[in-house]
């Protein structure tokens, strides 16, 4: 695959998917790249995902607000300017603090930015079935821990 170069503004910014209440926008995808994925995520106050794994290493940079994260059994609050970097197959789940919060995130390959497409055009935001929500994420490699 040859990737092409690419400027995202803020006039040409991809739609937002709404991801079981987060906005998901991707930036830009491992298909557009050839490899890696970055994204813009959004969520109001006590969103975020369950505890899971997936065959992609994953790094988080906060911008705005206080982000909880659970790293396998641990747990910390991350601020803006906190970079948190999860390893291939590491369980973790985070929740945006008080007021919401923001993060620009990163994928090492293709694979987050399908997912979250799906999970946008296939589970309701508001009242998310929660049996068909694990199974998009398992036909993307995502193992929901519960």
Same mark, same amino acid.
């Given at each position: 695959?040859?990737?092409?170069?690419?400027?995202?503004?803020?006039?040409?910014?991809?739609?937002?998917?709404?991801? #079981?209440?987060?906005?998901? &926008?991707?930036?830009?995808?491992? %298909?557009? +790249?050839?490899?890696?994925?970055? !994204?813009?995520?959004? @969520?109001?106050?006590?969103?975020?995902?369950?505890?899971?794994?997936?065959?992609?290493?994953?790094?988080?940079?906060?911008?705005?607000?206080?982000?909880?994260?659970?790293?396998?059994?641990?747990?910390? #609050?991350?601020?803006?300017? &906190?970079?948190?970097?999860?390893? %291939?197959? +590491?369980?973790?789940?985070?929740? !945006?603090?008080?007021? @919401?919060?923001?993060?620009?995130?990163?994928?090492?390959?293709?694979?987050?930015?399908?997912?979250?497409?799906?999970?946008?055009?296939?589970?309701?935001?508001?009242?998310?079935?929660?049996?068909?929500? #694990?199974?998009?994420?398992?036909?993307?490699?995502?193992?929901? %821990?519960?």
């Amino acid at each position: 695959m040859n990737a092409r170069a690419f400027v995202v503004t803020p006039m040409n910014r991809p739609q937002e998917l709404n991801v #079981v209440g987060e906005h998901i &926008t991707v930036l830009a995808s491992g %298909a557009a +790249t050839g490899s890696y994925e970055i !994204f813009f995520q959004e @969520g109001p106050e006590a969103s975020g995902p369950p505890p899971h794994s997936h065959p992609w290493d994953e790094s988080f940079y906060v911008v705005k607000g206080r982000i909880e994260f659970g790293i396998g059994a641990d747990k910390l #609050v991350a601020v803006p300017g &906190t970079l948190v970097h999860l390893p %291939a197959g +590491t369980t973790h789940w985070f929740r !945006f603090g008080e007021r @919401g919060g923001q993060m620009v995130s990163m994928t090492s390959r293709l694979g987050a930015s399908q997912m979250f497409t799906d999970i946008d055009r296939e589970i309701s935001p508001t009242q998310p079935d929660l049996e068909k929500l #694990v199974g998009v994420g398992a036909r993307h490699g995502l193992a929901v %821990a519960l």
